[in-house]
């Protein structure tokens, strides 16, 4: 069950970074400001999706070997 949970935010963190980068791609001409944040978003996301992936395979190797 746990690593489930772990699955669902690796994938929530993708689909956050899609969306950010998508309104980085509809706002780029008009805010830029909001365009840069969106864009630091967006690398966050993918920061954080390879980050909670490693983490849980960490956790699935742990338990595999008990």
Known sequence: MGTKIYRLFEYAYIIMAILSIYI????????SN???????FTIVAIFM???KRNFRKKIE???NNE
Do not use: C, M, N, Q
């Open 34 to 40: 909001k365009s840069y944040l969106f864009a630091i």
């Open 61 to 63: 190797t742990r338990k």
């Open 24 to 31: 980085v791609i509809i706002s780029w001409g008009e805010d």
């Open 49 to 51: 999706f390879f980050f």
